[in-house]
């Protein structure tokens, strides 16, 4: 018995004086760049790794697709109704189904179909249609988004597993201010954690809602906004409390004034960070998987750039540019652009 105690008592000290792990975050000094898709007539804005770790891609022209990364192969087809030009620039998926939303009028969204066929679930059609970005919150429940029509932002849901999608009525959302939107940049300027969502617009505003879209509330951040082309471009969240968003101006790409804004409250509040300092105009944000919501990664046009400190300061790792990104893990990830999707491999 006395030598259990022994024991026991050795065992709490040695717990009790054990230093308790420290993150140590890391200094991306590179980062390596393979083509794995090219087609120089394509504008790819939307990509997405589904569950198995493949990647899907919808584009202009009609063209979508999906890389088997065990295989390095692609399967590509192109989505045809009537004589239209498509362009999607939302996707999203869900455990068993992928789906794509073209912008502009008329709007179609569709889903894998059990033929094999993509199955349209969704059209709307109008003045001022053009839809934005699109996310699920679970395998039942999904949104996208798009620019304002009647004084309020286009959003639609699913209910039940996307083979139906409602709009919600103005009178259950926030009044838009004049011109309000959103960029369809990267089908980032949407998030979602549990139930809830934040929406980036063209007017420096977050929409949030903790109840999967059922109520929403409105706070202005202090991101530049002065012409119809600046405002928050991507945003993205490590968790329901850490929260990040850049923008700025496609059409004056090298200024860096107020561009990156950061909330540490779930997105109450958002702070400038980095003023007057590079990244400059950038479409798409996304936190590293698993590193503790300090390292980050966006990219633009303009180049690639990288953060180990939440937001606040940055390196610039490339030049090469394009639109949007999405981590397979802590050091890959697949990134679209003009004519081609890559893979990026971080490096210290």
């Known amino acids: 018995m006395k030598q259990f105690r022994f024991v026991f008592l050795l065992a709490l000290i040695i717990f009790s004086c054990k230093e308790k792990e420290v993150f140590v975050p890391r200094n991306f000094s590179s980062v390596e760049i393979k083509a794995i898709f090219s087609d120089s007539l394509l504008s790819i804005r939307a990509i997405e790794i589904l569950d198995d770790g493949s990647l899907a891609f919808a584009a202009n022209n009609g063209i979508y697709g999906l890389y088997n990364s065990m295989k390095e192969s692609w399967l590509t087809s192109k989505q045809e109704y009537d004589s239209l030009n498509l362009h999607f620039r939302a996707i999203a998926h869900t455990s068993t189904d992928f789906f794509m939303l073209s912008i502009e009028s008329p709007a179609l969204l569709y889903k894998t179909g059990d033929s094999g066929q993509m199955q349209l679930v969704y059209k709307e059609e ?13 395998d039942q429940e999904g949104i996208a988004i798009g620019d304002s029509m009647n ?44 139930d809830k969502t934040w929406i980036a617009t063209t007017a420096g505003n977050i929409y949030f809602s903790e109840d999967k879209g059922i109520s929403w509330k409105v706070i202005k951040t202090p991101i530049v906004q002065k012409r119809n082309t600046e405002g928050i471009y991507s945003v993205d969240f490590y968790d329901d409390m850490n929260g990040f968003a850049i923008g700025g101006d496609y059409t004056n790409p090298e200024n860096n004034e107020a561009n990156k804004i950061v909330t540490q ?5 958002w702070q400038l960070v980095g003023q007057n300092k590079n990244p400059s105009y950038r479409s798409c944000v996304q936190y590293i998987p698993n590193r503790k919501g300090k390292e980050l990664v966006t990219l633009g046009f303009k180049g690639i750039d990288f953060s180990n400190d939440a937001g606040n300061n940055w390196k610039h790792l490339s030049d090469e540019g394009f639109f949007t990104i999405r981590f397979l893990n802590d050091t890959v990830a697949y990134a679209a652009g003009s004519g081609r999707i890559s893979k990026l491999i971080f490096r210290e």
Not at 126 to 135: P, Q, R
Not at 265 to 269: A, H, N, P, Q, S
């Open 126 to 138: 109008g003045e001022g249609v053009f839809y934005d970005a699109m996310t699920f919150w679970n």
């Open 151 to 194: 004084s309020c932002l286009s959003v639609i849901v699913t209910r039940d597993g996307g083979l139906s999608w409602k709009k919600i009525s103005c009178e259950n959302l926030p009044k838009a201010e004049e011109g309000e939107g959103a960029f369809a940049a990267s089908n980032t300027n949407i998030k979602t954690v549990g």
């Open 265 to 269: 409250d779930g997105g109450k509040t």
